[in-house]
């Protein structure tokens, strides 16, 4: 009787967007860089003196315009192959280049058909086609994504640098851990290179990208990378480390020479190694520039049982801390310094500048917080705040001489892979979900909570907290737990508009808030069997239908002891197409049920105001539904579920109630 009536009890696969509106979820669909399944297309190409029929992912070449397709299905009209004059027309998916009329039409180089016109882009003939055809192209595009190569599950998060994803992965025999990126070809291989230790051979440094030969075997090597352990080129006592690519031959023991210039540089005593990881880890990443040049922006990551590396696209090297046990399991950049989180409660960083260099010397250093570390993360301030499993904390200052660490709360700390860098900083604690700012004001008292609506449902599922995301475009915080499902919180300005459920039927392992090349928003997350999946894209569930339920708080109309007969419900949505859903209402507590189903048109949009291709000619700008409603009650609640798969999200803006109030029930 005190809730707002527009509020659920329970809702599966609806989000709320910042209006404080209930909107169907955006989808999720496989990814390995091959063409994404939701921005796939078809177009008609007629083909007349047809010999042959072609198969399904035949790649049609125009012999003319070098224009080519891939065959969805060929639809024959008239004549037959055997006479070699078969007509009709071909449905082709990621055309390229434009066909010309007359031109032969190959495949393999042979030739199968004559083009007779052009390729029209989704030239169907009627609704219906459009349909089976554009989403036999969206299924198409689909079966060529695979796995990422291995075994086992994905390791941690799925991560993007320059406009290329990453992913680790065990090896097929689960002997080592593989780095892999996406390519337009699907996941590639990433040669993570090799090391040799040396010494110095006199005062000649040896710099990137130098050409360098054995002296004694002839082979030959580029030093990519140059890691500096102890002395100086200058002094001729340099030591360290090589990074080679691109090798030929086998090194020895020997000394090396740069190629076409000086000799005796280095002295090494054995072969280069190739870079391998240990198996499993749980890999999460940053990306930073210590060097302020265009080409010095790099990806740095860590997984817990290896050393922490850098990567710039070509080049991997790892950076040794002088750890024991030199397996960091968080990582954050600060200040112009790598940080880095080992067990035990150990908080380093780099010296400033130069993520190779760990010597308290150069300005390296340890900070001590005696508590097991869960994230680290540079927030507004600026400040780097460092969540333990019990304890927060702070850091300020810009190096090592003016550094200052304080304990920011002694009684709140952050449940592993909870904290998000959206608003004041939201994390889950044992009481449930906190904030920066009211952890500080509150401490461990349960007003410091701002999830009190759902308390029940994460005192239940604290313990299966699998990962979480901040998304940036929505201003949402998602939690995923290890059932499959996710609790969704929408702010805006400030406010809580409220939370959501959702259901997706794979289990994400770790979900990653990334930008593209053009700075554009995407969320990606890997499995355990090896899929990697972009989240919010697409209208199903990888090709599945995403089911819907929203349900809402009883409503007594201000009158709680008076019968009601609800006459009809008239709904206000946005919807981009077609859209069915079932509305129902449910009286006294759910004693009784009665209910329709609701078919909604697409909506319209105002001229030269509306995005071209976002809505329908003529169409109303919010759509209107209504149901008749037969049935009585003291209290009612409004239902309305949806199963849908190709079809676009659409938004619940407003519903009308239509009723006739009775006499009171004494």
Known sequence: MTVNPGL????KNYECDQDGRYRRIDGYEVFDGHPKPSDASYWILRFTNGTV?????NVVTGATSAATGTLLSQILETGTYAGSDAAGYMILTAVTGTYVNDENLQVSAATKAVADGTATSRGALTDALDDTYLQTAIEYTRTQIAAVPGSGSILGQVWQYNGIKYAFRNNAGDTAAAM???SATGWVLCDMGRTVAFTSGGTTEITENTALVGATSGATATAKRILLT????AGGDAAGTLILYTQVGTFQAENLNISGGAANVATIG???TAVTLTKGGFYRFVNYNFRGSTDTFRMYGCDGVNKAFEWDGATFVQ?????????PTHIAAFRNHLFLAFGGGSLQHSSPGNPYSWSAVTGATELGIGDDITDIIEMPGPALVVWARNSMWTLTGTHIDDWVLSAYSYQVGAIENTVQRIGPGIFLDDRGLTTLSTAQEYGNFKDAVISKRIE???????????CSVAIKDKNQYRLFFDDMTVITMTMSGGKIMGFTRQEYGVQPLAVTSTEDANGYEELFFGTSTGFVYQLDKGTSFNGNAIRTICRTHYNHLQTPRNRKRIRKLIFELDAPTETTIYAGVEYDYSGTEAGGLIDIEATGGIWGVSNWGAFVYGGETVATAEVDITGNGKNFCIIFTSELTYEEPHTLQGITVLYDVYGMVR
């Open 53 to 57: 029929a072609l198969s399904q992912g």
């Open 456 to 466: 029940p449902i994460l005192t239940a599922k604290k313990d299966q907290v699998q």
């Open 180 to 182: 892999y990126k996406s």
């Open 319 to 327: 950076l040794t801390t002088g750890m024991t046990l030199d397996k």
């Open 8 to 11: 659920l009890t329970y809702s």
């Open 270 to 272: 054995a072969n280069s």
């Open 230 to 233: 102890s002395g100086t080129w």
